[in-house]
Nanobody
Framework: QVQLVESGGGLVQAGGSLRLSCAAS????????MGWFRQAPGKEREFVAAISWSGGNTYYADSVRGRFSISRDNAKNTAYLQMNSLKPEDTAVYYC?????????????????WGQGTQVTVSS
């Protein structure tokens, strides 16, 4: 069982940056692949970024590639999402998720544990 808690969301102007954190409970964090998803009002939850258990492999949605960066610190049981050059269309609730696998996972249905989400609002 893994519990995930996101933090770091907030209100930022377009062009600004935010860093989201996802703190995980348990001693097996390093055996999980991690991912970030987001859900805007009236839209389905969508994939943003994913990272393998070791941090050696990452993958991004086309809409954020080059602006967002996913990372993890297994010693701290924490995953991060650095978001730069934010746009109003990035406004959403951002969720972190953990999958019981070692490689990169981009499919929502393959994730086993989810956090409660953190709101990110980008003003124009």
């Amino acid at each position: 069982q893994v519990q995930l808690v996101e933090s770091g969301g907030g209100l930022v102007q377009a062009g600004g940056s935010l860093r989201l954190s996802c703190a995980a409970s348990g001693r097996t964090f390093s055996t999980y692949a991690m991912g970030w998803f987001r859900q805007a009002p009236g839209k389905e939850r969508e994939f943003v970024a994913a990272i393998s258990w070791s941090g050696g492999n990452t993958y991004y949605a086309d809409s954020v590639r080059g602006r967002f960066s996913i990372s993890r610190d297994n010693a701290k049981n924490t995953a991060y999402l650095q978001m730069n050059s934010l746009k109003p269309e990035d406004t959403a609730v951002y969720y972190c998720a953990a999958a019981r696998t070692l490689g990169v996972v981009t499919t929502l249905a393959r994730y086993d544990y989810w956090g409660q989400g953190t709101q990110v609002t980008v003003s124009s």
